[in-house]
């Protein structure tokens, strides 16, 4: 069902939504917490964060589900699949929302590794922190050399304490050449210069040089945590 996917690795599913119609946001995010979240927890569905994406087109969204390996999705999507409540909610608040909905399955990176996430979901204070989405899009055949790269660059980035990556994983469905590194900044947006000076200091600029190269697109997302988002 899924080809070329290794079953044993932990995947990530990128669920993005565009909520309609304007306005209706704050309505959105109610639901979402007091009736999706609920049912998705009964089938097994781990949200690891939800987040309102600046960057796209209208009212975004962006949902992370973590699934331990390829055979707990599927059981997860057989179950919710047979349930009709779920049928029905939908049904039912279609009368009053449009949400377009778009999935990505992706294989967790070697480097988005578990200590990783477990500090990712540590924070202090009470604000929301602010999350960057990175999408970086490779040429046919560089793939496995981008994340190779990516694995370098996010070690220099971190040694600058000014961002964390908390996951990252390789696309497997859509568009298969994209890689999706998802980064929280402990220290508030400011601090990304600093990130990116940390990139392009790597090896006085050769790695960052022959990553860009590589790059078919490259696709930067804000992300703000959502009220319902495991991760603030």
């Known amino acids: 069902m899924w080809p070329g996917v290794r079953r044993e690795l932990s995947v990530v599913v990128e669920t993005s939504l565009t909520v309609r119609p304007i306005g209706i946001m704050n309505r959105f995010v109610e ?3 007091s009736d999706v979240l609920p049912l998705h927890a009964k089938h097994g569905f781990d949200l690891l ?3 309102s994406r600046a960057g796209g087109t209208g009212q975004q969204v962006v949902h992370l589900h973590r699934f ?3 055979a707990a999705y599927e ?3 057989a179950s919710i699949a047979g349930d009709a409540a779920v049928a029905a909610m939908v049904e039912d608040h279609a009368r009053e929302m449009s949400v377009t909905e778009s999935i990505v399955l992706g294989e967790t990176t070697a480097y988005a590794t578990d200590a990783r996430l477990r500090q990712g979901r540590v924070r202090e204070g009470d604000a929301p922190l602010t999350y960057i ?3 970086s899009r490779a040429r046919f055949p560089h793939r496995p050399e981008v994340a ?3 694995a370098r660059i996010v070690d220099a980035v971190e040694a600058s304490n000014a961002i964390s990556l908390v996951t990252a994983y390789q696309a497997v469905t859509g568009p298969t050449s994209d ?3 998802l980064f929280v900044l402990p220290k508030g947006e400011g601090a990304l210069p600093e990130a990116n000076a940390a990139e392009r200091a790597l090896e006085g600029g050769v790695v960052a040089e022959r990553f860009h190269a590589l790059l078919e697109d490259e696709i930067v997302y804000r992300l703000r945590p959502l009220p319902y988002s495991p991760l603030q």
């Open 179 to 181: 890689v999706t590194d």
């Open 133 to 135: 989405q990175r999408v």
């Open 75 to 77: 059981r997860a999507r």
């Open 49 to 51: 964060g939800g987040w």
């Open 31 to 33: 639901t979402y917490a």
């Open 148 to 150: 190779r790269l990516l």
């Open 68 to 70: 331990d390996d390829l």
